[in-house]
């Protein structure tokens, strides 16, 4: 019964949750503010030392940006679901005749488009310095696909604290350690330098066969098994972090 | 069910527990609101009014007893009780970023009405708020907030509608607007229930009050009856001081087309 109106809810939720990213802008610039400094430190001022045998080092790097801009990017959806639930316009919402889950997804949908314009902006300052790809239309959709279950991974993975959170700092706290991720991976530098242990768990990290996937995406190379690794990591972190988000909304809304 | 479902009662509950953890909240809560009238709920803080509208308004569920709204079991018909109802809680859930206008829209839209804009503009009208209509609801005071707040859940005419302390933190002006509100509402057929810990908002708005203490209703009453549990009247002559309150108003000028209805 209330499935008939699951869309039409969503659709008047996202649109009011994407006002509330038009109207403060800054969320999206500071999105993508902090991996467009991370990237510019990298090329500059690092790169020139890091050997990635021919591949320029804005093409070798931007694959691990683009995923730290996604999990800094989530970390306002924790915010702006705890601000829902903190100010009680989440109760009410709930006490109306709607959709219940269309509350997290119209959520859920507004990190999506945020998220996928920071990774515009992004990608843009990468080909001002000097981002060079020969990808077709395919490797951009594939690219885009993977980028997009990463962010509902991420983001079903945010809406769990923004849920549980006892203040805004707790809801958004989660993101460091999703942001530190790439560092421990092959992201910036090749796998093969790091000691034993810190290699192993770096080549056995959703984050690596990630950014492999979509290295080889742009370059034009065979992904071989990397993109399925890749998807598979995505999509069970999206189904775990979507069920526990689910256990725990029904237990909030009783 | 009665023998008459017209005079059914708006509001069923009884003997309604709920504990959160160890801390027993309300220990069997039994009473019954007629269609169209207000009834207050009146208590101390954590007395347990607040977990009483949760409960009525779907968002909590009780460990025992039964409550039924506009005919609709609370638990077992969930659905339906949220489309005869509406809650303004205890602090007003308005969005602050969006504008006045677009919260009103956005809960007509959710109650899938036809025509929202015009719905939002009548009520603006209805409420005072046509000049503030395009603010953020950030810039509003928190008279004009509660306002909104009230408007918002009279979307879509519910016939009952749960005030949970609705003027807590209002300046008197603001508090004698959200009476006149619910006064209006009450006219127009609306069945309220509202909590309080302010005894003269009781005296002023309820046909009945109920007192919550300690988990259980201890008196039930219209305000007369509630008046002869207390020694009989005696006359004193007295010089009446006004009240801080008069002053206070007569100062900065009541509201004009409100208390003109009163």
Redesign the interface.
């Known amino acids: 019964m209330a499935t008939t109106h699951f869309t039409g809810d969503t659709a008047v939720l996202l649109g009011r949750s994407l006002r509330h990213v038009t109207r403060s802008p800054d969320t999206i610039i500071t999105t993508a503010i902090m991996p467009i400094a991370i990237m510019v430190l990298f090329v500059y001022v690092f790169g020139g030392a890091i050997n990635t045998d021919s591949v320029s080092y804005v093409n070798y790097m931007l694959p691990g940006i683009l995923l730290i801009t996604i999990a800094s990017g989530v970390s306002y959806t924790a915010f702006r679901l705890f601000n829902d639930m903190k100010s009680g316009i989440f109760e009410r919402f709930q006490s109306l005749p709607i959709a219940r889950s269309g509350v997290l997804w119209g959520h859920v949908l507004t990190s999506l488009v945020a998220n996928l314009i920071s990774l515009v902006i992004v990608v843009g300052v990468a080909f001002l310095m000097g981002f060079r790809t020969g990808a077709g239309f395919l490797a951009w959709l594939a690219v885009t696909g993977i980028l997009v279950l990463f962010t509902l991974a991420l983001t079903w993975i945010a809406v769990i604290p923004g849920l549980v959170a006892k203040s805004a700092d707790g809801a958004t706290a989660f993101s460091y350690p999703l942001i530190l991720l790439p560092f421990i991976s092959s992201a910036f530098v090749p796998t093969g330098t790091m000691p034993g242990p810190v290699r192993a768990f770096a080549e056995h990290q959703p984050v690596t066969s990630i950014v492999n996937a979509i290295r080889d995406l742009f370059a034009q190379r065979p992904v071989g098994t990397d993109i399925w690794i890749a998807l598979t990591w995505c999509v069970a972190i999206l189904i775990v972090a979507y069920l526990v988000a689910m256990v725990l909304y029904r237990r909030r809304i009783s | 069910m009665t023998a008459r479902p017209t005079s059914e009662p708006a509001i069923q509950v009884q003997g309604l527990e709920k504990s959160y953890q160890k801390l027993h909240v309300l220990r069997g809560v039994d009473f019954d609101v007629a269609r169209g009238s207000i009834f207050a709920l009146l208590g101390s803080n954590g007395a347990g009014k607040t977990t009483v509208v ?1 409960i009525l ?5 009780a460990d025992a007893g039964m409550a039924s709204v506009d005919g609709f079991d609370v638990a077992r018909q969930p ?1 339906d009780v ?2 005869s ?3 303004t ?10 504008s006045g206008r ?1 919260n009103l829209v ?2 007509a ?4 009405l036809k025509d929202p804009g015009r719905i939002a503009d009548d009520l603006l009208e209805r409420f005072g708020l046509t000049d503030a209509a395009a603010r ?1 609801v950030s810039t509003y005071s928190g008279g004009m907030r509660r306002r909104l707040d009230i408007a ?1 859940s009279l979307i879509g005419n519910p016939p009952v509608i749960f005030l949970d302390e609705p003027t807590t933190g209002l300046d008197p002006q603001a508090r004698i607007e959200v009476w006149n509100s619910v006064k209006k509402l009450a006219g127009q057929g609306t069945t309220v229930l509202l909590t309080t810990q302010y005894l003269d908002e009781a005296e002023q708005l309820a046909d009945r009050i109920a007192i919550l203490h300690k988990g259980r209703i201890i008196v039930n009453d219209t305000l007369a009856e509630l008046k002869k549990l207390l020694p009989p009247a005696k006359v004193e002559y007295i010089e009446k001081q006004p009240t801080l309150e008069d002053v206070f108003l007569a100062l900065v000028g009541e509201d004009s087309n409100g208390s003109a209805e009163n």
Not at chain 2, 109 to 112: A, D, G, M, S
């Open positions: 949760k308004a779907t968002l909590l569920k659905a949220r489309e109802i509406s809650l809680g205890q602090f007003a859930a308005v969005d602050e970023i969006l677009e956005l809960i839209q959710l109650r899938h953020r918002m």
